[in-house]
């Protein structure tokens, strides 16, 4: 099944095939909400208790269909992860590692196509991760995130061992430099931030 990925203002699209081999899951660490807050979207992209609802997918099941022009990288360190988003409207995208061998990508819910419908197309949440930074009460996954942990091991293993951690649309062909330069923030950003949460 494919499912569609667009930002809020129809400038950038993409397309998730196999949208069955992806993972619901929920985190709620500070830095997907400061994220958030950097975006301007919290509204759209944290629940009650300041958590981002993420499908978690290997890169090669997007293809970008128009805008790849409008994407857009930040970072809140240095060392931080790649956050995604669409420029023209901020719409968050996703994250990923900053090595491109580690095939991953959190596609935010904040871009799938009927975000209302999320459980429907992609099942229960599987995992909730980083609980202990919630804002409110939440039951933590304990060793029921178990299966999801080693299966995501996996993946990025056998990824790495059949070189299709390669076909990444956010990485450049041949190089694994991230397709636009992040923006990385420095303390006194990350700061201001931190006090919107």
């Excluded at 509204?43 to 790849?68: C, F, K, N, W």
Aim: hydrophobic share 35%; charged share 20%; with cysteine.
């Amino acid at each position: 099944m494919n499912h569609a990925i667009k930002c809020k203002c129809g400038k950038f699209s993409a397309q998730l095939g196999h949208a069955e081999k992806s993972t619901h899951i929920t985190c709620y660490c500070k830095d997907c909400r400061a994220f958030a807050h950097y975006l301007g979207r919290a509204d759209d992209m944290l629940d009650a208790q300041g958590g981002s609802s993420i499908i978690v997918t290997h890169p090669r099941e997007i293809t970008l269909t128009g805008g790849a022009q409008e994407i857009a990288c930040m970072s809140l360190s240095q060392a931080g992860m790649l956050r995604w988003y669409a420029r023209c409207c901020n719409t968050p995208i996703g994250n990923t590692s900053r090595n491109h061998k580690l095939a991953y990508v959190g596609l935010s819910a904040a871009c799938l196509a009927d975000p209302g419908g999320i459980e429907r197309d992609f099942g229960p949440v599987r995992m909730r991760s980083v609980t202990e930074s919630a804002k409110g009460p939440v039951a933590p996954s304990g060793i029921k995130a178990l299966p999801v942990l080693f299966g995501f091991a996996a993946a990025l293993l056998g990824a790495r061992l059949s070189g299709s951690y390669a076909r990444n649309p956010f990485f450049k062909p041949g190089t694994g430099e991230p397709l636009t330069a992040p923006t990385v923030l420095d303390k006194e950003a990350r700061e201001r931030l931190s006090a919107l949460d």
